[in-house]
């Protein structure tokens, strides 16, 4: 190849490369945000089903085909952690079958005679289909119901047909077929992940709880949802860092110390006073705070990269909620450490379940009190 067609290959390359990951990290994001309660239903669907002793049976035609597979091989081998064999089926595998069907009785019918053969009442169908609307997902789907199946649907574009025939349906909201299917493999690891988690957890029932969280983001967690989390987290091996404060009037010195605790651990929670408890504990203070209610302190949080989860908090210290969730790393700005190393008061709840405190550097003059100092007396 000449030398020079190298440049403009290499431009391009990194231009599809760069929209390929921009854009799936975007559609990431974006998945998570609107459909954190769907996705939570679906892996309580596919975590019951399974418990219940049931089967699974996962069809899709193309890269969902190999989906179907990959999410198969991974219940029957496993996907991290040894435990038992799980029954899924993908119908995707059996050429004799396929060919069969499809000589017989036409392409569409190869998923659904399938599903008449082999499903069962209380069994679960995974249909996989990045436009939700190809024939033979569409009636392997109805096959399905005919059985007394449950159906779990993975889609994208805007779920075609997929939605209204599915218990559950999870739809990547974009027309591109790719980026799609990259999202629907990280779905069915997702759910491997937390049907091994759920497995190894002692209660009757898969450890993720449903409830209404239809405008909170997916990153806001109540405390019995991050417990929940910090179990999985310690089974995991991450590192738990957890740092709190007002987060009123955001500024550069807030990013600064989050980006700074974030460098301790793999997990970082952020504790936000509700605005209850920051009118009580500045009661005395000249400026009326908070400044911005809590939704949006929490929304600007929630959006930042180095955020993992936000929990609000009434409570005046956060000492019963360090007790509670033990993190690794309790972090503190710098403008807590007591005159002469003298532990802050936390000090002694973290050490007794074997955490440790860590102070957060300050930038010099970022303060929301002084921002605002400076904004009423215009300097
Ligand atoms: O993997 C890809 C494209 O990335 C293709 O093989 C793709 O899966 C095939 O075109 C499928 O036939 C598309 O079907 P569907 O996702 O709309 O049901
Ligand atoms: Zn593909």
């Not at 049907?195 to 997916?218: D, F, I, M, T």
């Not at 809590?294 to 990269?305: K, M, Q």
Request: proline share 5%.
């Amino acid at each position: 190849m000449p030398q020079l067609a190298l440049v403009p290959d290499d431009v391009i390359a990194k231009a599809i490369a760069s929209r390929a990951l921009h854009e799936g990290g975007r559609l990431r994001r974006a998945f998570f945000e609107s459909q954190a309660q769907e996705l939570l239903e679906t892996i309580r669907l596919f975590a019951g089903v399974l418990r219940a002793g049931k089967k699974v049976l996962l069809f899709g035609n193309g890269g969902s085909a190999a989906d179907a597979q990959h999410i198969a091989a991974e219940l029957v081998g496993r996907f991290v952690k040894d435990r038992e064999a799980l029954p899924a089926i993908a119908l995707t595998v059996d050429t004799s079958a396929l060919t069969a069907i499809g000589n017989d009785y036409g392409f569409e019918q190869v998923f659904a005679r399938q599903v008449r053969a082999l499903g069962q009442e209380g069994d679960l169908a995974v249909a996989i289909s990045t436009s939700g609307t190809s024939p033979n997902v569409i009636a392997a789907i109805h096959a399905a119901r005919e059985k007394g199946m449950r159906v779990m649907g993975l889609s994208g574009r805007k779920g075609g047909q997929m939605p209204a025939l599915c218990d559950t349906c999870l739809v990547v909201p974009s027309n591109d077929t790719a980026r799609i299917q990259e999202l629907h493999i990280t779905i069915g690891h997702i759910l491997c992940e937390v049907l091994e988690a759920s497995l190894e957890a002692p209660r009757g029932e898969p450890k993720v709880e449903s409830r209404p969280k239809v405008s909170r983001s997916a990153k806001e967690v109540d405390l019995a949802e991050l417990m929940e989390l910090r179990r999985l987290w310690r089974a995991e091996g991450h590192t738990v860092v957890w740092t709190n404060g007002n987060f009123d009037v955001f500024h550069i010195g807030h990013l600064e110390s989050l980006r700074a605790a974030r460098k301790f651990g793999t997990v970082l929670v952020v504790g936000v006073n509700s605005d209850e408890a920051i009118r009580v504990a500045k009661a005395a203070k000249v400026h009326a705070r908070p400044v911005f209610p809590v939704a949006e302190r929490v929304e600007v949080l929630t959006a930042l990269e180095v955020v993992d989860y936000v929990l609000v908090f009434d409570e005046p210290t956060p000492e019963r909620i360090l007790s509670l969730v033990q993190p690794d790393v309790h972090c503190k700005g710098a403008d807590y450490a007591p005159p002469n190393g003298a532990p802050i008061p936390e000090a002694a709840t973290v050490a007794a379940y074997g955490g440790r405190v860590e102070f957060l550097p300050l930038i010099p003059g970022r303060s929301s009190t002084s921002t605002l100092a400076r904004l009423l007396d215009g300097s």
